[in-house]
């Protein structure tokens, strides 16, 4: 069952502004998402960070909340071993998938593409929900 959809479009010029400044990137990305837009050169870095902000956005509205009761820092998109973006949840976020998902399990699917100056991510949350009487 889908639990929430989301969508979002990020300008990679204006992420670009945005990670010049460090304290952003230590602010909106984990650790490990930061590590993978600092080491990557500079054309490709704002890429990265538009594509990795478009899905942390996305992954909020699929929640059904935006960033209401956490921040971004709580969703992490990393490359699985083929490259594929996987999202994991922690504490605020991750309660909130919870109990959209009540006791049975969930899972983020997550996509992301560039093109033209603009990145994208869909999020769908899949699980099987709250039983309703």
């Known amino acids: 069952m889908i639990l929430g959809?989301?969508?979002?479009?990020?300008?990679?010029?204006?992420?670009?502004?945005?990670?010049?400044?460090?304290?952003?990137v230590d602010r909106v990305y984990t650790a490990a998402e930061a590590a993978r837009i600092r080491a990557a050169a500079e054309a490709r870095a704002a890429e990265i960070a538009a594509g990795l902000f478009a899905a942390k956005e996305a992954v909020a509205k699929a929640l059904g909340t935006g960033f209401a009761g956490f921040g971004p820092w709580e969703i992490e998109i990393t490359p699985d071993i083929a490259g594929r973006p996987q999202c994991a949840l922690y504490e605020g976020a991750l309660a909130r998938a919870k109990a959209l998902a009540g006791p049975g399990r969930f899972r983020v699917w997550v996509s992301v593409t560039h093109d033209k100056g603009m990145a994208a991510a869909t999020a769908v949350i899949e699980g099987e929900g709250l039983s309703t009487p």
């Open 5 to 24: 959809i989301g969508l979002d479009l990020c300008e990679v010029e204006r992420m670009k502004r945005a990670v010049e400044r460090p304290r952003f």
